[in-house]
């Protein structure tokens, strides 16, 4: 069963596991399961709807709008930033400490899309796991927060910068995917949606959910000596809102200290 984050009669949140569509899509005509039929049947057979996408390969908070009008209303607060998402990612290297990617991409179609990524580091880790005939391998989590919705935009965000994200297929580094099949058995992909920031569509009271680490991840961090622990539990506050404009998001506020060209 899918693990349900906050529901009610406008809204529901749930933790999609990695691995799992949100719905039929024509780049893995492979997947028989796909997360809107699951959580559909799981409600009793009501209609939702996906407010946002995540990737295959990424868990975390994954958010549904139960009817058209409330799916509009998040549609409009999604495409003008007033939804925060921040995600969890384990890099290979050691990271900045902070910085924020400004750095367009191209679609499908070849139209160029601006694009940004904020993201500060919160752990580094140096193990010994021999790699380029250097006898140890660095990386590091950090929390990034996209300040745009593009397709895998962090994925290659962090490889324009030359920190993949671990197990990363594709944007990613084939030789470190490879080293962690062989050592570790890891197939899957170090990028975790932690936690989504929004205003009710209805209430206008604050929302924070939280969606905790997958096992996979959980195992990534120990064998890196990170500590993880407050990842691990999942959480869902509700703020009362009193100011009638909606807040700036956090990431919005932040001075852009770099910029890859």
């Avoid at 902070?98 to 991409?105: A, K, M, R």
């Avoid at 965000?157 to 030359?162: A, L, S, V």
């Amino acid at each position: 069963m899918l693990e349900i984050l906050y529901q009610d009669e406008y809204i529901i949140a749930i933790n999609k596991p990695s691995g799992l569509l949100v719905h039929k899509s024509f780049y893995a005509r492979d997947a028989k399961v796909f997360a809107i039929q699951e959580l559909r049947n799981q409600i009793g057979g009501q209609h939702v709807y996906p407010i946002h996408r995540l990737d295959r390969k990424t868990s975390g908070v994954l958010l549904f709008a139960l009817d058209a009008a409330v799916l509009k209303i998040m549609n409009d607060r999604f495409a003008t930033r007033e939804v925060e998402k921040k995600y969890l990612a384990i890099l290979r290297g050691w990271s900045p400490e902070e910085l924020t990617i400004d750095y367009d991409l191209t679609n499908d179609d070849g139209i160029i899309q601006n694009a940004i990524t904020y993201f500060h580091r919160l752990q580094s880790t140096e193990i010994e796991l021999e790699f380029n005939n250097q006898p140890t391998s660095r990386y590091c989590l950090v929390e990034a927060i996209p300040e745009t919705g593009r397709m895998h935009q962090l994925r290659k965000h962090f490889k324009h910068i030359f920190h993949p994200i671990l197990g990363s297929r594709p944007h990613g580094c084939n030789k470190q995917n490879k080293l962690w099949l062989e050592n570790f058995e890891l197939k899957g992909m170090m990028l975790h949606a932690h936690q989504l920031i929004f205003n009710h569509p209805i209430t206008n009271e604050q929302l924070i959910l939280n969606a905790k680490i997958n096992e996979e991840f959980s195992r990534v961090g120990n064998i890196l000596n990170l500590d993880l622990n407050k990842y691990e539990i999942a959480m869902t506050e509700a703020v009362a809102n009193t100011n009638e404009d909606l807040a700036i998001p956090y990431s919005y506020k932040k001075q852009i200290l770099s910029t890859y060209e």
